[in-house]
């Protein structure tokens, strides 16, 4: 018999849920408001409802469940299954997700960082099911990563290992929300692109920008591809950042992948294009020939599959993914 897990996706907004078997396969989807705003007690138990209700919908007992698997933002301890802090989450901290959920459904749960699922679901069933050296970036409001090596996650002694959007790319550089400054994240994700796109208008810089309240990232993208030139140098400007934080990691882990993913897929082969160049021109030979840049299979999908597969490892072997 194929066992049956579920992969939930915990996000500042939305909570997305799978049912997932052993080899991959998604077989019924949920999603509903998170309701952040009323605090941890309320976020759980609509979790666990969530979970029900997935599971009636797709006519399956929640007895006949073999695990679950919830991916959360972090930092996490995901050896005791705890939420340290979730910056998107008001009132996470020190949050006992594992054992609540275990109370509230009957079920085992593991909890992992919810980039690390998502590298793990491209791993198992994505872009990277060919590799066994790959690295994710989740280009999105923040930059998470996860890595995998030699078909491992790796988490590191503290399950800080894989903070990728926090190494720093320019010291001493714009400020970040954990607190440094310099991180790839203050220059790479998507909320970057707009505070950058901001700051040039404010400094005086033309764009059909200008005027413009609450644009977001995929706007600066269009804009860039309508011929503006300030857009275009931001997008440029981005690449390069991008490529800056890629070339360390190749020249740190030297994997076969890095996977992007997040909401700054939609700016497509163009963008990578110029990823890929940057890190060409910055990075050794022998570290960039034998490594793919490429965009995610998966998509959205990535974090729930990877939620319920690490459910399923934990379930097949007893050890973390």
């Known amino acids: 018999m194929n066992k049956r897990y579920v992969g939930i ?12 078997t052993a080899d991959g396969k998604m077989v019924a989807r949920h999603s509903s408001p998170t309701e952040a705003d009323r605090g941890p007690s309320h976020v759980l138990g609509r979790m666990a409802d969530a979970v029900r209700d997935l599971c009636r919908s ?3 007992d929640l007895a006949d469940v073999a695990a679950v698997g919830a991916a959360a933002p972090g930092p996490l301890d995901t050896e005791a299954g705890v939420v340290i802090f979730a910056p998107n989450l008001p009132g996470w901290r ?3 997700l594992r054992d609540v959920l275990q109370q509230k459904l009957g079920r085992p749960v593991v909890v992992e960082n919810d980039a690390n699922a998502a590298g793990y679901g491209e791993f198992r069933c994505g872009a990277g099911r060919s590799v066994q ?3 994710i970036l989740t280009l999105g409001t923040g930059v998470g990563g996860g890595i995998i090596l030699d078909g491992k996650m790796l988490r590191g002694v503290s399950d800080t290992g894989a903070e990728l959007g926090h190494i720093v790319i320019h010291y001493g550089g714009r400020p970040c929300a954990c607190g440094n400054r310099g991180c790839l994240e203050a220059y790479a994700s998507a909320t970057a692109v707009v505070t950058r796109t901001e700051e040039a208008i404010a400094a005086g810089d033309k764009s059909s920008l200008a005027g413009r309240k609450g644009f977001t990232c995929k706007d600066v993208f269009d804009a860039a591809d309508a011929g503006d030139a300030l857009a275009a140098r931001i997008i440029e400007e981005t690449a390069g950042y991008l490529a800056a934080g890629i070339t360390s990691l190749l020249h740190v882990l030297n994997p076969e992948m890095v996977v992007l993913t997040g909401g700054m897929m939609g700016a497509g082969e163009p963008f990578l294009d110029r990823v890929r160049q940057h890190v060409r021109q910055a990075a050794l030979e022998r570290a960039w020939s034998v490594c793919e840049i490429r965009w995610s299979a998966l998509g959205g999908d ?3 599959l990877g939620a319920a597969l690490a459910a399923e490892a934990f379930d097949r072997t007893g050890k973390p993914a």
């Not at 996706?9 to 997932?20: E, S």
């Open 133 to 135: 050296n790959m690295i």
């Open 94 to 96: 020190e949050v006992r």
């Open 9 to 20: 996706d915990l996000g500042g907004t939305n909570l997305k849920l799978g049912l997932v």
């Open 58 to 60: 797709a006519g399956v």
């Open 302 to 304: 990535a974090g729930i």
